[in-house]
């Protein structure tokens, strides 16, 4: 099991941008595909992007194409979610995975194996 620890959440106003990072300790982390997900309260967790172990290959969600963005430095062992043009709709916790099993990006919650603890975002109108 390898342990993600996000970070850089907060309160934001609509129109504004917020960087996540999730630090991975897997020490093959390029040969994981990574995801980030986002969960509200009452419903379930929701797929924003996905990323392959190289960084070459994305996946978007249609609510979040073209305002947020998913990299990764691999030297660093570090998945990051640039989130533009934010939202009241895109207040959540948001959740980094680790698919550790496969290096393609997926945009299927049940393939990633491990999950860091949450950070929240929250967009205010």
């Known amino acids: 099991q390898v342990q993600l620890v996000e970070s850089g959440g907060g309160l934001v106003q609509a129109g504004g941008s917020l960087r996540l990072s999730c630090a991975c300790s897997?020490?093959?982390?390029?040969?994981?595909?990574m995801g980030w997900f986002r969960q509200v309260p009452g419903k379930e967790r929701e797929f924003v992007a996905s990323?392959?172990?190289?960084?070459?290959?994305?996946l978007y969600a249609d609510s979040v194409k073209d305002r947020f963005t998913i990299y990764r430095d691999n030297a660093k062992s570090t998945v990051y979610l640039q989130m533009n043009s934010l939202k009241p709709e895109d207040t959540a916790a948001y959740y980094c995975?680790?698919?550790?099993?496969?290096?393609?990006?997926?945009?299927?919650?049940?393939?990633?194996?491990?999950w860091g603890q949450g950070t929240q975002v929250t967009v205010s109108s």
């Open positions: 897997g020490r093959t982390f390029r040969t994981y595909a």
């Open positions: 990323i392959s172990g190289s960084g070459g290959s994305t």
């Open positions: 995975a680790a698919r550790k099993a496969s290096y393609y990006a997926t945009r299927d919650l049940k393939l990633y194996e491990d």
